[in-house]
């Protein structure tokens, strides 16, 4: 059991000082008492803001973190040249290098406030591209790492049938494929029996448009029922959107909500180049947008129209994605900054019911980026929920000297990583073991030492 005091802790009501949180052994919440005057507790917190829920993240990726900036001097860097060095990568990862480098990035993610993370997932096959004895292996190993780490995870095994419209799959793609649906769903079914296992949510999704065969999505899609989250990328190219015209005669999210039934538990990442109809398509079902802005930055995927879609109520919430940046509060602020510096106005996040930058943004990351982790999150903190929060270093003189009103934009807006003292989950402070560290460290440098051409 753990008991909590906190001076000052965010709650969807706003700011509460003095308020009391109990937990079972699991970090469960069993009480919540606010004007707390007694001394019945163990840890006491001067500050406190929940945790983040961090819903896009393919995690082999961090391997590569700032190792594609290089760029040739013969000919222009993008997307699709850094997609290469991607399947570059993909191909020389082995399953203790996999678990190794998650455990490595679970274990920064919640150095960075993240607490809970949905695991975009298609590295499936051994580097033949055969299956595995046990199909999920990969996916237990990312189950394994976000144990280790402290962080929640819904992982999110990805349909990956072909390498784009009316094209046959990469040799570079085949560690990704599953053939045909039933391939798929058996893959699937094996890894929810592996979720449950370890007490872990699951997902499920396919990775693109263009890489699953229009059939094929849609038995993905009338299989799953709504009954969990599906998660799939859209429209984040330009190539992508043109060659959607070409071959299927309409662009991607015109497309999709036009062929199949799409809603609220419908994921949309990226969804970088709508149009005003395709717009009205994801808010009028109250589908679900996952903003990647640091990983879309370094991409150049470009910019998201927020402000035609913050007009029509959009639901929203971000994503690390390829890990090359690991702060939520950046994700938040490369967001805002982008569009200010688009439209000229400084008010970006601002709707029919507040013009508090940093009260909506958080709102809409922390209630959007669980339901698509497949949690029922109505609350900040709630009686039957785990406690997860961020201690907030309440010293820092920004912090220390800001008003209520303010005090959660100078959070976002003006600190770093340094304002987080420590990450809790489940009760449990994370990351502060000095010699789990180092194993952790050690075994991703030995991880990365077996990656051939890195």
Not at 170 to 181: L, P, V
Not at 384 to 395: A, K, P, Q, V
Not at 409 to 421: A, E, G, L, P, V
Request: glycine residues 6%; proline residues 2%; contains cysteine.
């Amino acid at each position: 059991m753990g008991k909590f005091y906190f001076k000052k802790i965010l709650f969807q009501e706003g700011w509460k000082k003095n308020v009391k949180i109990s937990t079972d052994n699991n970090g469960t919440i069993t009480e919540i008492i606010e004007n707390f005057e007694g001394k019945d507790y163990e840890t006491e917190v001067q500050l406190a803001i929940p945790g983040i829920p961090n819903a896009h993240s393919h995690a082999f990726q961090y391997a590569m973190a700032g190792l594609t900036e290089n760029h040739s001097e013969s000919r222009s860097s993008n997307f699709w040249t850094w997609r290469n060095e991607m399947y570059n990568l993909a191909l020389n990862i082995d399953p203790d290098g996999l678990q190794a480098i998650a455990t490595m990035l679970y274990s920064e993610m919640l150095k960075n406030g993240y607490t809970s993370v949905a695991e975009f997932h298609y590295l499936h096959h051994d580097k033949n591209g055969s299956k595995y004895s046990n199909v999920g292996e990969l996916g237990e190993r990312l189950l394994i790492a976000a144990k280790e780490a402290g962080i929640h995870i819904t992982l999110v095994p990805i349909f990956y049938n072909k390498g784009g419209f009316q094209k046959k799959y990469e040799a570079e793609q085949k560690r990704f494929i599953s053939y045909n649906s039933e391939e798929y769903i058996h893959l699937f079914e094996k890894t929810l029996e592996t979720a449950e296992k370890y007490k872990s949510k699951i997902g499920i999704g396919v990775h693109s448009i263009r890489a699953v065969e229009e059939k094929m999505l849609g038995e993905i899609n009338d299989y799953n029922k709504d009954k969990f989250p599906f998660h799939l990328h859209i429209a984040e190219q330009i190539k992508e959107v043109n060659e959607s015209k070409k071959y299927l005669g309409q662009k991607p999210v015109e497309w999709l909500y036009n062929n199949f039934k799409i809603g609220e538990n419908h994921h949309l990442v990226h969804a970088t180049h709508l149009t005003v109809k395709e717009t009205k398509l994801i808010t009028s079902n109250n589908s679900n947008v996952v903003l990647c802005p640091i990983t879309e930055g370094n991409l150049a995927d470009g910019v998201f129209n927020f402000n035609l879609f913050q007009e029509q109520k959009g639901n929203w919430c971000i994503g690390s994605d390829s890990n090359v940046g690991l702060s939520a509060f950046e994700e938040i602020r490369l967001l805002d900054y982008t569009n200010r510096l688009k439209t000229n106005k400084r008010d970006t996040f601002k709707n029919s019911e507040s013009a508090n930058s940093g009260e909506i943004a958080f709102q809409a990351i922390y209630n959007n980026g669980h339901k698509a982790m497949g949690n029922k999150k109505s609350k900040y903190f709630e009686i039957g929920g785990s406690l997860d929060f961020l201690d907030i270093d309440h010293n820092q003189p920004l912090i220390h000297n800001s008003s209520e009103k303010n005090l959660l934009n100078t959070i976002i807006y003006s600190t770093d990583i340094r304002s987080i003292k420590n990450t809790y989950t489940n009760g449990k402070k994370r990351g502060n073991d000095i010699n789990l560290r180092y194993k952790m460290i050690t075994k991703y440098n030995s991880a990365i030492k077996r990656i051939k051409n890195y």
